[in-house]
């Protein structure tokens, strides 16, 4: 999944409310006033927003994030959409001439059959990046910030250090309290910046078919993983442990779709349908936390390999960063968490022992 962005950790505290509702406020002017001729934009403030979920912490501090980090999620979130689509071709994602990342992505699918087969290429990868990163660099990076001409750098300085940008303090810990908030308004914005380029006239459809393709999980990816997790599980329901040979079964996002939507491999698991629909986008109960959390220390690297074998993108850090997120997120909101059935429990901080236990880097 890409080296890990370094956050600066200082002497620092979270932002207070009225800080926290300035960020939102300049997310909201942004994209309200920012001027759009490619949807790189869009992309690069998903891309700090997950950056920040998975590799900062609450702490207020400021964080250090490459260029060769911002260039991996370019390709990750555009992936899906270089493929054609059912209506048509390829998306427009520029007023111009289709956008160079795009086009890049493009000639990579021709090549690879998935975004894991196009990692594994250590070589192709790394110069794909490569060209990715410069391209960052020279369009959206250092003209984000810019609001009716004059720049407004709330979220990091125009400057490049060592082939990074910083995070100003407090940005990383407001991408990750409100980061389900920003990808609903940015993902907005971008699918209503693709809806009206003429280009993409021919393949209007419904929004909500559009929002699926550019935005959806790659459904026939999960197939893939039946096999790997009915034989880690033992055939068995992940939350009640019920034989599946004769039940129906279904591939569940543990930390749920609605609050990270990214596919990452060890973050599934099988379970019967009836757990599955009655789970629906509720975080697990600190019990099922510790059955998914030993999996990963136990098993993770297995899973790894299994992973790379069907194509499936994964990372055990990544994927243990986003869950701790998630479950502190949810002890801030006082959140119930689902047990079995239609049984829920409030959280408490005994989801913080259990994830300290299995040396989490949080």
């Excluded at 997310?27 to 949807?39: K, Y």
């Excluded at 390709?75 to 289709?98: C, M």
């Excluded at 992973?307 to 499936?312: Q, T, V």
């Amino acid at each position: 999944m890409g080296r890990r962005a370094s956050a600066i950790r200082m002497s620092m505290t979270p932002p207070r409310d009225h800080e926290q509702i300035a960020f939102l406020l300049n997310m909201q002017r942004l994209l309200s006033e920012g001027s759009f001729t490619a949807s790189y934009k869009f992309a690069l403030l998903l891309a700090l927003a997950d950056l920040a979920v998975e590799n900062g912490d609450d702490s207020g501090a400021r964080m250090q994030v490459t260029l060769a980090e911002l260039a991996e999620r370019f390709i990750r979130i555009y992936w899906r959409q270089a493929a054609p689509h059912p209506r048509g071709g390829v998306l427009q994602q520029n007023t111009d001439k289709q956008a160079a990342i795009v086009s890049l992505l493009v000639e990579a699918r021709q090549k690879h059959m998935s975004l894991a087969q196009l990692e594994r290429d250590s070589t192709t990868w790394s110069s794909l990046v490569a060209k990715v990163a410069k391209i960052v660099r020279t369009m959206p990076l250092f003209k984000l910030q810019t609001l009716g001409g004059e720049p407004v750098e709330f979220l990091y300085p125009s400057v490049e250090v060592n082939g990074s940008i910083e995070l100003r303090p407090g940005i990383a810990f407001c991408f990750r309290r409100f980061h389900g908030l920003i990808e609903d308004l940015v993902r907005g914005a971008w699918l209503r910046f693709v809806r009206r380029l003429p280009a993409n006239q021919l393949i209007h459809g419904e929004a909500t078919d559009l929002a699926a393709f550019m935005f959806g999980a790659e459904r026939h990816d999960l197939e893939a993983l039946v096999p790997i997790l009915r034989e880690l599980q033992h055939d068995a329901c992940f939350y009640c442990a019920a034989s599946l040979r004769s039940r129906k079964r279904a591939v569940d996002h543990f930390v749920p779709w609605s609050l990270y939507p990214h596919d990452l491999g060890h973050n599934f698991v099988l379970a019967d349908r009836r757990c599955n629909a009655a789970k629906r986008d509720a975080l697990a109960s600190v019990q099922h936390l510790d059955a998914w959390w030993r999996r990963t220390h136990d098993s993770g690297r297995a899973l790894g390999a299994a992973f790379d074998g069907a194509g499936i993108v994964h990372s055990i850090d990544a994927s243990r960063r986003v869950t701790a997120w998630a479950y502190a997120n949810a002890e801030q909101a006082g959140a119930l968490l689902w047990m079995r059935k239609d049984q829920y429990k409030p959280i408490d901080a005994r989801w913080r022992t259990v994830a300290c236990d299995r040396d989490c880097d949080r």
